[in-house]
């Protein structure tokens, strides 16, 4: 049985359970975005905080004037941004290192830990998205309507956590349009920075901020589903499903397998003998 390879740089991929992909995701063709608050990450699901500068109050009453301006910011950063974002976060192949991952280990489908984590200690899927064809639906679909803003671009990881520029008070003042130009300026700190424990997860996310906070986002993928990777671990009896559900929604099935120690592609048949390894023994 020859191995799949896929193209490096194509795809993102996008780790999860049995029961979300084929409970939901298959069969819907549709991406469910997460409330940027659920993130596992706690520099993500904690409230935002900003440093304000200015050349000091003259008294009492700027003080009070200040602090309630400074109050205001906070809250539409929180209330009107922060709690509106939705996030969907794939992962996408890293680049080969000398001195770090090399084929096939920086492949996104060949990442030990998240088949462990995300997609169910290997008996869950990875579910392979064209780069192109799914930004394209991203950018096309959720605009308008419930959506004010979308960004997208690879994540930043940062050893010193999540930097904001210094907010000066007199700018705030003097602008009304400040507040949505410096969420554009500063998106990438504020939903892009993650800290150096998730690196190797090398995640490229997409963002939509909801005109309201009590919005549910999703967007339809259509053609862009190219494989469903079954993780070595699958059960025989399963085999069937997955390659049906798989076909159905116009994917080719692939199972992902350890061999001699290195992970590969091969496709998944209905019924066939294929040895599997230690999962572990990477």
Same mark, same amino acid.
């Given at each position: 049985m020859p191995p799949i390879r896929l193209?490096?740089?194509?795809?993102?991929?996008?780790?999860?359970?049995?029961?979300?992909?084929?409970?939901?995701?298959?069969?819907?063709r549709r991406l469910r975005l997460s409330p940027y608050g659920a993130m596992r990450d706690p520099l993500e699901n904690q409230q935002w905080r900003f440093t304000f500068s200015g050349r000091g109050a003259s008294d009492d009453a700027a003080v009070i004037r200040d602090a309630a301006e400074q109050d205001e910011f906070e809250r539409r950063a929180n209330e009107e941004t922060r709690a509106r974002s939705h996030l969907?976060?794939?992962?996408?192949?890293?680049?080969? &290192?000398?001195?770090?991952?090399?084929?096939?280990? /920086?492949?996104?489908?060949?990442? =030990? %830990?998240?088949?462990? &984590?995300?997609?169910?200690?290997?008996?869950?899927? /990875?579910?392979?998205?064209?780069? =192109? %064809?799914?930004?394209?639906?991203?950018t096309e679909a959720l605009p308008g309507g419930t959506v004010t803003r979308i960004y997208h671009r690879p994540v930043i990881y940062d050893g010193a956590g999540m930097r904001k520029p210094i907010i000066e008070v007199d700018a705030v003042r003097s602008d009304p349009d400040f507040f949505d130009g410096y969420v554009e300026a500063n998106h990438g700190a504020l939903f892009f920075t993650k800290i150096l424990d998730w690196q190797t997860e090398h995640e490229y996310r997409f963002v939509a901020i909801a005109a309201a906070d009590d919005s549910s986002l999703s967007i339809d993928y259509s053609d862009a589903l190219k494989w469903v990777i079954a993780g070595n671990q699958l059960a025989d009896w399963e085999r069937p499903a997955v390659v049906g559900a798989s076909r159905q929604a116009g994917a080719r099935p692939l199972l992902m397998r350890w061999d001699r120690w290195r992970p590969g592609l091969v496709e998944l048949a209905e019924h066939q003998e294929i040895p599997v390894g230690d999962p572990d023994a990477a």
């Open positions: 193209d490096p740089g194509r795809y993102f991929f996008h780790y999860t359970t049995r029961e979300a992909a084929f409970g939901g995701i298959l069969p819907s969907l976060s794939l992962t996408i192949d890293a680049d080969p &290192q000398d001195d770090g991952e090399r084929p096939p280990f /920086c492949f996104g489908w060949a990442r =030990a %830990r998240m088949w462990e &984590q995300y997609a169910e200690r290997y008996r869950g899927v /990875c579910l392979v998205f064209d780069k =192109a %064809r799914l930004t394209q639906r991203f």
